[in-house]
C-alpha cells in the first residue's frame, strides 16, 4: 500500500493526558498537512510542512497542540492536556508540489480520539 | 476570504436516478476546486479536481462536476446512483496550494 498511513487508527484517553499521533506521507510527497474533523463538519486545517518546515502553524487550536516532520519523511502531532473537546478525527494529507496542475492533497484513514 | 458552501446537508434518492450535489465558492481569484467522498470511519478520497483547464471534470465512480465561474459553483453529478454511492461528500477549496478549506458536506443517501 503506497497511501498516506496513520497510526494508531483509534485512541482513547483520559482528560488530561498527553497523546501523539503519527502519519506516513506518500513517499515522494514533500508537503504534509493535519486537519481536525469533528462530528457532522468538514475537515478543518491545522497545520502544514513543506519537506521539515513548518510553514503554517497559526492555526493550531491552542499551544496544547503541536506538530513535528524532522526528517522530512513522517510526521507526529501531539496533543498534551487533552480535553473532551479534543475527541475528533484528526487527519493527515500529503501532496507533491507542482508548478502547474494544482495541488492535490492524498488523506490518510484518520487517526480517531476519544477523550474520556 | 475564500469559503466553500454545500446548500443541502442531505439529499436522498432512489437507486437509478440521478444525483446532484452542490457546491458555492467564494474567492477572490482562480479557486483549484476539489469534490472528495467519505465513507464511515474512513478517510477522505479524491473524486475528481478542477484546476482551470475543461470546466466540465470526470471523475471516478463515473462522478462529474462542472465549474461554473459566473454562478461560483461546482456542482457534482452522476447520473446513476448505486448504493455504494451513499456517503458523506465534501467540496473543497484550495488556498494557493496550501490548505484545503471544505464545506459542511453532504451526505447522500441512496434508497433500494
Known amino acids: 500500500d503506497t497511501g498516506v498511513s496513520q497510526n494508531p487508527r483509534h485512541k482513547i484517553t483520559k482528560r488530561g493526558q498527553n497523546v501523539t499521533f503519527r502519519c506516513d506521507p506518500i513517499?515522494?510527497?514533500?508537503?504534509l498537512y493535519w486537519y481536525r474533523q469533528t462530528l457532522g463538519q468538514g475537515p478543518e486545517f491545522l497545520t502544514y510542512?513543506?519537506?521539515?518546515?513548518?510553514?503554517?502553524k497559526s492555526r493550531l487550536l491552542s499551544d496544547r497542540f503541536s506538530a513535528e516532520r524532522p526528517k522530512g519523511s513522517f510526521s507526529t502531532l501531539e496533543i498534551q492536556r487533552t480535553e473532551q473537546g479534543d475527541s475528533a478525527m484528526y487527519l493527515c494529507?500529503?501532496?507533491?508540489?507542482?508548478?502547474?496542475?494544482?495541488?492535490?492533497?492524498?488523506f490518510g484513514p484518520g487517526t480517531r480520539l476519544t477523550v474520556l | 476570504a475564500q469559503s466553500v458552501t454545500q446548500l443541502d446537508s442531505h439529499v436522498s434518492v432512489s437507486e437509478g436516478t440521478p444525483v446532484l450535489l452542490r457546491c458555492n465558492y467564494s474567492?477572490?481569484?482562480?479557486?483549484?476546486l476539489f469534490w472528495y467522498v467519505q465513507h464511515p470511519n474512513k478517510g477522505l478520497q479524491l473524486l475528481l479536481k478542477y484546476t482551470s483547464a475543461a470546466t466540465l471534470v470526470k471523475g471516478i465512480n463515473g462522478f462529474e462536476a462542472e465549474f461554473k465561474k459566473s454562478e461560483t459553483s461546482f456542482h457534482l453529478t452522476k447520473p446513476s446512483a448505486h448504493m455504494s454511492d451513499a456517503a458523506e461528500y465534501f467540496c473543497?477549496?484550495?488556498?494557493?496550494?496550501?490548505?484545503?478549506?471544505f464545506g459542511g458536506g453532504t451526505r447522500l443517501m441512496v434508497k433500494p
Open positions: 494529507a500529503s501532496s507533491l508540489l507542482q508548478l502547474a496542475g494544482g495541488v492535490t492533497q492524498y
Open positions: 510542512f513543506q519537506n521539515e518546515a513548518q510553514l503554517e
Open positions: 473543497a477549496h484550495n488556498n494557493a496550494g496550501n490548505m484545503l478549506t
Open positions: 474567492s477572490s481569484y482562480s479557486p483549484s
Open positions: 513517499s515522494e510527497h514533500n508537503r
